[in-house]
């Protein structure tokens, strides 16, 4: 499937790579259908509107960065998502001015079903997390403790 976008130009992605967001992203509750364009290198990939070129989100794996992040999906999410075992979780990266200054979404991560190409932005209810967690205080803490 070809599809353009705004970042990279026109990309010829399969259908695995495609997923349907039944209520669309909060925020943009039009958009259902998207692409997960993953990255070159390291823990990032993409979140490609399939119908809006100029709509994409820098997603991370946020398990990369906060080795501890847990949450309790819910049921209706569960049977929402057709979820079985197979999951994948990642968050919306959010860079302002510089790339330090780059924070992850914790409190509203993307949840995909591999198997049945479903997903859902998911806001944790009763949660400790926020949107803003830094993302390279994230990597500093856990390379010290690394080398402890």
């Known amino acids: 499937m070809i599809i353009e976008t705004l970042t990279w130009g026109t990309l010829d992605i399969n259908e695995d790579q495609v997923y349907h967001f039944s209520k669309g992203i909060p ?16 823990p990032f990939s993409y979140l490609q509107s399939l119908n809006n070129q100029s709509l994409s989100f820098l997603l991370s794996d946020p398990f990369v960065f906060y080795p501890a992040y847990e949450f309790q999906l ?3 999410d569960k049977e929402e998502l057709e979820l079985e075992d197979d999951v994948i979780v990642c968050c919306i990266v959010t860079i302002k001015d510089e790339l330090e200054q780059a924070t992850l979404n914790l409190l509203a991560p993307i949840v995909l079903n591999p198997v049945k190409h479903t997903g859902k932005q998911v806001v944790l209810h009763k949660s ?5 967690h830094r993302l390279w205080n994230a ?3 856990v390379l010290q403790k690394g080398g402890e």
């Not at 925020?27 to 390291?42: D, Q, R």
């Not at 400790?128 to 803003?132: A, E, I, L, R, V």
Request: hydrophobic fraction near 25%.
């Open 27 to 42: 925020g943009f509750e039009e958009e259902t259908e998207f692409a997960v364009i993953i990255g070159e290198e390291g």
């Open 74 to 76: 819910p049921e209706s």
């Open 128 to 132: 400790s997390y926020g949107t803003k």
């Open 139 to 141: 990597v500093e803490e």
